[in-house]
């Protein structure tokens, strides 16, 4: 029996609908030789879909072998709308998509505000405004999926905590909900980056990987044999919070050495303030001065990334010595100054890996804009609404 035979039967149907999304059109054998499953499985599982109107059955493939020619499955993407929501520190930026995940309209909204009310107010006025340019009206909303960083109880739409946003025990999904009439999902926004990157991005043929995504916060989400692992609460992979520095700075959850508190962006720049650099400057600037600044500014930049570039491959090493991946996609904003902590990253990698732990795993590097997280939100009401139709 395969690792997804084993998952209960909504999983596998969401994987089936992931590969007609990724690899689409697609006949039914060739699902069920990808993803080692039974014909009869197969079709099983697609049966629901169909009659929903989430796939349909479009042209035939001719049989490579005995048999009659194949009907191929596609995508309904233009039955369904829906909306994917990432919450940040400055701002609230929303996408709608059709049933693909495919962007049809996208705004962003500033927050002068990180008062849970003022936040979920703008969110559900980017989606009234979202809906409102739709192409078609009448094109059923499947719901609302909202990307944030944080500890998020999923399964109750709540966010426990969020130290950046000042977030304990927010109840997202409720507010939200009442106000725009649609259902709401809720996750960690990099559990959410993850789903995209699997069904769009680096880890599109990739059964099993992590995603690291570096800015003013470093988090980390895992996709294993095709299914999100959230762990029993939602914290699996807090990437950030690795504490891997005994004695080292304060981070923002309170504890001290973590990885955040070494690699993430806001980290790089007051080790280059530290160092004697200009108080003024911001993490772009700090980048460019690690390129061409004067030789003081300069040096205390590269040291900068230098350090944080080495945290992240502790923290790398140790995902790697636990889960022996082959595949780790580092993604953000802070990706823009990779050429400076790449470097020291690979090298601590290399040095605090086990075995041929390090050698084993492929890091890729993927900027994902804000419209991918969004995309990602919206990954969310998707795959729930997939697995919804087949529980």
């Known amino acids: 029996m395969t690792a997804l035979m084993a998952l209960v039967p909504d999983q596998t149907g969401a994987e089936i609908f ?47 072998g005995p048999g009659r020619p194949q009907r191929l499955l596609r995508v309904n993407t233009e039955q369904h709308l829906v909306v994917g ?16 995940a495919e962007q049809l309209a996208r705004l962003v909204a500033p927050l002068d505000s990180l008062e849970p009310e003022r936040v979920l107010s703008v969110a559900a006025a980017l989606t009234a405004k979202l809906l409102a340019l739709a192409p078609d009206p009448g094109a059923a909303v499947l719901g609302i999926g909202v990307g944030v960083g944080g500890h998020v109880d999923a399964a109750v739409g709540t966010c426990r905590s969020a130290v950046r946003l000042g977030w304990t025990d927010v109840d997202i999904a ?41 800015g003013r916060g470093v988090g980390g989400a ?13 914290l699996a992979v807090e990437f950030g919070h690795l504490p891997i520095e005994p004695n080292g700075p304060e981070c923002a959850c309170g ?55 080495d945290a992240l491959g502790r923290g790398l090493a140790c995902l790697c010595n636990l889960l022996n991946l ?33 050698r084993d795993c492929v890091i890729k590097v993927d900027e994902a804009s804000e419209t991918l997280w969004a995309r990602g939100a919206a990954c969310l009401v998707i795959r729930e609404s997939v697995r919804a139709r087949l529980s």
């Open 18 to 64: 992931a590969q007609v999304l990724t690899a689409g059109p697609i006949s039914r054998t060739v699902i069920a030789q990808r993803l080692g499953l039974s014909p009869s499985t197969v079709t099983r599982l697609l049966s629901p879909l169909i009659e929903g109107g989430y796939l349909s059955e479009t042209g035939q493939q001719s049989a490579t």
């Open 222 to 234: 895992l996709m294993l044999h095709g299914v999100l692992h959230s762990g029993v609460s939602g």
């Open 85 to 100: 929501i990432q919450i940040a520190r400055t701002h609230v930026a929303a996408v709608l998509t059709d049933l693909g």
């Open 174 to 214: 409720g507010p939200l909900s009442a106000a725009t009439g649609l259902p709401v999902v809720v996750n960690n926004d990099v559990n959410a980056l993850v789903i995209a990157e699997r069904w769009f991005g680096e880890g599109r043929d990739v059964d099993s990987f992590a995603v690291v995504s570096v």
């Open 326 to 358: 082959g595949l780790i996609v580092i993604a953000g904003e802070g990706t823009v100054a990779y050429e400076h902590f790449g470097p020291a990253m690979t090298a601590a990698l290399e040095r605090c890996a086990v075995s041929t732990a390090a």
């Open 255 to 309: 504890n001290r050495g973590c990885v955040e508190a070494l690699a993430s962006s806001d980290a790089v720049l007051r080790m280059f303030r530290e160092a004697g650099g200009s108080p003024e400057a911001d993490f772009g600037a700090v980048t460019e001065l690690a390129r061409s600044g004067a030789r003081a500014e300069r040096q205390a930049a590269r040291d900068a990334f230098a350090v944080a570039g």
